[in-house]
Each structure stands twice: as C-alpha cells, then as structure tokens.
C-alpha cells in the first residue's frame, strides 16, 4: 500500500482527536496531534510550553515556526510506516506550503469533518479528559458512568482551559478565518474530501474509512 499523509481538517471540536486516535490504529498511521504535543510541553513546563502557554488559554495560534519544527521531527522520524495522519496541522496557509516541502514525494490528502457550530458549542463546553490516561468524554454524549470520574481509571476529569465559552468563540473566529481557507487550497490540488461530521462517533468513522478506501484505490491507480 502506498505511503501517504492525511490531514484531518476542521473546526475545534469537529471531532479531529476522537477520530484519528482510532484511526491511526485501524489504518496503521502515525498519528500527530500538535495540539496534543503542544500541551505535553506546556505541563511539563519546558521552553515551547511556556513559550506556547497563554497563546493557547487565549485560542490563538502559536508561531508558525515552532509548530512545524515538531512536525517536521515528526514526520522525518516517521518513516517506513504506512504514514501520517495529521490532526491540527496545517492551521493556515503558510503551516500548508511548509508541509508540501516537508512531506517531499508523499502524496498529502485534506479530508474535512464538516459540523454545525451548534453542535460545535456543545461538544467543547461538554469535553472533559482524564489527566492520567488521556481518555476523553462528554458530559452530553459520552459521560463518565461516575460524575467527573473517569472509567478506566479512577482519576478525576478535567477540563481543557481553552474550553471556556469565550475562547471556543476566539478558537472558532480564527479557524475561519486562518484555516478554513485550506479548503480551497487542497480542493485546487484535487486532494480533498469532505465528510458529514454531525452524526455520532462511528457513524461519522464509518465514513472516515470510506473516505481513505478511496484515496487508497486512487494511488493504487495511479501506480499501475
Ligand atoms: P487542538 O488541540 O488542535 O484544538 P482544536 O483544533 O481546537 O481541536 P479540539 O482538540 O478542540 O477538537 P477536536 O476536533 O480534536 O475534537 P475532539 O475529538 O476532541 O489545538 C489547541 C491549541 O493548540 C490551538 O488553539 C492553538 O493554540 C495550538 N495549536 C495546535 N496546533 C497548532 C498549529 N498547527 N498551529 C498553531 N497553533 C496550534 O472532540 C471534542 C468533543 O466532542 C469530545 O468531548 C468528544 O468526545 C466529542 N465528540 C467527538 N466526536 C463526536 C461525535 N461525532 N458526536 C458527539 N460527540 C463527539
């Protein structure tokens, strides 16, 4: 099978980290979070976390340059997997042009989880996370079975700084205008596809899959 990146595009809360934890696991991908390294840094404490610290309690994004330089690790450290599935990277145009040179002969793909901001709202106030596993619920949809415990472990839940009503709406103002413009970008390379992220966890999985069953037959294609 034919090595490639895929990008999980969309808003926070579109359910990019629910969807590419699993999988990653499913299609053998590495999975890089920046959002998920990036606040490994901030509680550890080093010089990126404190560098990148207040810019995301304030929903902005951190510079360009630190960010790529971790993808850039990532993904040259990476190699002879079947390949990458990237979750909050690229944010914005210049984060997109750097990946292009990064990614070298990989074929790169955005498949974008499209959702209501309605619902958008629901599941960021609702997100809760276990500080000690790092499984993740949702007071709405997916509660612990103990209040504010989590299941597996016994620990109690937290809730993301950033989650907080007025920096989802900053989180949400930026997106459009730094990241939505990536549609177009991948849209004009004719590798991006859209899925309906509405629906629950496995409906919108099921379609997840299908989306990469597609890219994969069209590579295998185009190899022949
Ligand atoms: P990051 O962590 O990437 O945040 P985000 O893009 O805002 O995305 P989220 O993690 O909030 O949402 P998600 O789409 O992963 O949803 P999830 O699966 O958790 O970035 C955080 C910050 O880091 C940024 O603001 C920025 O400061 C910085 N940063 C990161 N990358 C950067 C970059 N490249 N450049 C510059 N700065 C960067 O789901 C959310 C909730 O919904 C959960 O509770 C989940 O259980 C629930 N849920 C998920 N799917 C469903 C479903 N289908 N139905 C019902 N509930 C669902």
Do not use: W
């Not at 590495?30 to 490994?40: F, Q």
């Not at 597996?152 to 950033?162: N, T, V």
């Amino acid at each position: 099978m034919t090595s490639l990146a895929i990008i999980l595009l969309g808003p926070p809360g579109a359910g990019k980290g629910t969807q590419a934890k699993r999988l990653g696991r499913e299609f053998d991908f590495v999975h890089i979070s920046t959002g998920d390294i990036l606040r490994a840094e901030v509680q550890k404490g080093t010089a990126l976390g404190k560098q990148a610290k207040e810019i995301m309690e304030a929903g902005e994004l951190v510079p360009d340059s630190l960010v790529a330089e971790i993808v850039g690790g990532r993904l040259r450290s990476g190699n002879g997997k079947r390949g990458f599935l990237l979750d909050g990277f690229p944010r914005n145009l210049v984060q997109a042009e750097y990946l292009e040179g990064a990614a070298g002969d990989l074929p790169v793909f955005a498949i974008h989880i499209q959702v209501e901001e309605e619902q958008l709202f629901k599941r960021l106030t609702g997100r809760r996370h276990c500080p000690n596993c790092g499984r993740i619920y949702n007071v709405y949809f997916s509660p612990p079975e103990r209040e504010g415990i989590c299941n597996a472990c016994g620990s109690a839940l937290m809730q993301r700084k950033d989650d907080q009503p007025e920096v989802i709406r900053e989180r949400l103002r930026v997106y459009r205008e730094q990241t939505e413009p990536l549609v177009g970008f991948y849209a004009s390379r004719d590798a991006y596809f859209e899925v309906d992220g509405n629906e629950g966890v496995e409906a919108v999985f099921e379609e997840l899959s299908a989306r990469i069953a597609q890219i994969d037959q069209s590579l295998e294609r185009a190899s022949r």
